[in-house]
């Protein structure tokens, strides 16, 4: 099963780039392995997935241990990062999709040992139940992290209501498309924010086709496993 799951979303990713004239190399697909234990992610891995993604610290730190023979594992933290707990796992991770305030960026510059890619959580929607900066937000606080050398804003990431039309999707990530485009040309050496992780499950074949580098997919991947 899994194998017919992942096959349909490389069809459904393939099938999106296609639509709007992009290579299926520009966009990598995210395993996002909450929702299943150690043995599961060790099939996907088997499988050759190399981007693994987990939203709790001790569950990422858990299968990191679990998986440790597959090397060449990227893993992702996707969920917001508690300042007292960058230190068990700052530098046991290859991105940071949720970088939401100076206090957090200052925590991990004092705590990683290398640089660490990070993406600066964005609320386009403006929802008060969501984490992130809001878009006229963005480039001042970006601008803020010019001295912090252990911190690369490789890009940008928001989360679309879950609820939301395919106008409204469309609407969400064209304007952190936009936003990334603006700060991208602003030739930042410590923040070249090339890239884009949104698109989920539900969505990410309209992330694509707005401009997504990144979608992190978990639900679609493990229905009927």
């Known amino acids: 099963m899994l194998v017919d799951n992942l096959e349909k979303i490389n069809q459904d990713i393939r099938l999106a780039c296609q639509k709007v004239?992009?290579?299926?190399?520009?966009?990598?697909?995210?395993?996002?392995?909450?929702?299943?234990?150690?043995?599961?992610?060790?099939?996907?891995?088997?499988?050759?997935?190399?981007?693994?993604?987990?939203?709790?610290?001790?569950?990422?730190?858990?299968?990191?241990m679990a998986l440790k023979s597959f090397s060449s594992i990227k893993w992702h933290l996707i969920g917001n990062l508690q300042r007292r707990k960058?230190?068990?796992?700052?530098?046991?991770?290859?991105?940071?999709h949720a970088l939401d305030s100076l206090k957090l960026a200052e925590e991990i510059q004092k705590r990683a040992e290398q640089q660490i890619?990070?993406?600066?959580?964005?609320?386009?929607?403006?929802?008060?139940?969501?984490?992130g900066f809001r878009s006229d937000e963005v480039l001042d606080f970006i601008l803020q992290l010019a001295d912090f050398d252990k911190i690369k804003v490789v890009g940008l990431m928001t989360m679309a209501p879950l609820?939301?039309?395919e106008q409204v999707l469309h609407e969400v990530f064209s304007q952190l498309k936009k936003l990334q485009t603006a700060i991208n040309n602003q030739h930042l050496s410590f923040a070249p924010c090339t890239e884009l992780s949104m698109g989920m499950s539900n969505d990410f074949p309209i992330a694509i086709e707005e401009g997504a580098t990144f979608v992190r997919i978990g639900t679609a991947i493990f229905r009927g496993a």
């Open 21 to 64: 004239s992009r290579s299926g190399n520009d966009v990598t697909m995210i395993a996002v392995t909450k929702s299943v234990g150690n043995d599961t992610a060790k099939e996907l891995a088997e499988l050759g997935i190399e981007n693994m993604a987990e939203n709790r610290v001790d569950k990422l730190l858990d299968k990191k």
């Open 86 to 96: 960058v230190k068990s796992i700052i530098n046991e991770i290859d991105y940071f």
């Open 163 to 165: 609820d939301a039309s």
């Open 117 to 131: 890619c990070c993406f600066v959580e964005v609320n386009v929607t403006g929802e008060e139940s969501k984490h």
